[in-house]
């Protein structure tokens, strides 16, 4: 078991966390991401009906309150994250509703992921997941760094849509790099709207645009 420090106004407690080097759970059906991230899912959750979820365990530093007003701090592991929450593993509870600030980091090169949160509702292992810990929807994101996110499960798809279209006859006689961009934006939307597949995935049936 990890420790997870935990920083309030009377001082500083620890709590045992799941270790965030533990295996994942085989079980779990999961496709692949760039890096070897894995796709999942089959988990329930309101907060990822519309949203696909990577299995990714990152560093969560999480927060009540700023400067002589903070009476809350903790820094715990993530088990998935996506566009819309991220369940992190905990031993303690905050009460549903609760509003937090919370940083992560997807990159280490890139700026960290920086939003507002609410807990959306808490697990223990006695219940059918198994899991303990607390699951969190994103209110708002700070200097739009829900593009980071969104890169995480779109990058590589994208990179291969316009690395292809931008090869095509019809954007080599555009001159404009701008209206080259617009051009291949439209083309993808139009993609989505066409191609029968999950938006989010759309890659895995993207054929290479006809020249």
Known sequence: ?????????SGAAEASSPSASRALRPEAP????????????SAPGPEHRS???????????????????????????????????????????LPVGTELMVRFELDAKGAPVEARAEVLRQERSDDRTGRTGMGLR??????????????????????????GYLQTARTRAIESELDRVVDA???????????????????ETLAPPKQ
């Open 30 to 41: 999961a496709a692949s991401l760039p890096g070897g991230i894995q796709l999942d899912t």
């Open 185 to 203: 934006l439209a083309a993808w939307e139009l993609l989505k709207v066409t191609a029968p597949a999950d938006p989010w995935r759309i890659g």
């Open 138 to 163: 994103f209110l708002e994101f700070f200097k739009q760094t829900e593009v980071t996110l969104a890169r995480l499960f779109l990058g590589e798809q994208l990179r291969r849509f316009a690395e």
């Open 51 to 93: 949203f696909p979820r990577a299995r990714l365990r990152v560093p969560f530093r999480v927060w009540i309150g700023e400067g002589q007003d903070r009476r809350f701090s903790a820094t715990l592991g993530s088990e998935n994250l996506s566009v819309s929450g991220a369940f992190i593993e905990s031993t303690f509870f």
């Open 1 to 9: 078991m990890a420790k997870t420090t935990i920083t309030t106004r």
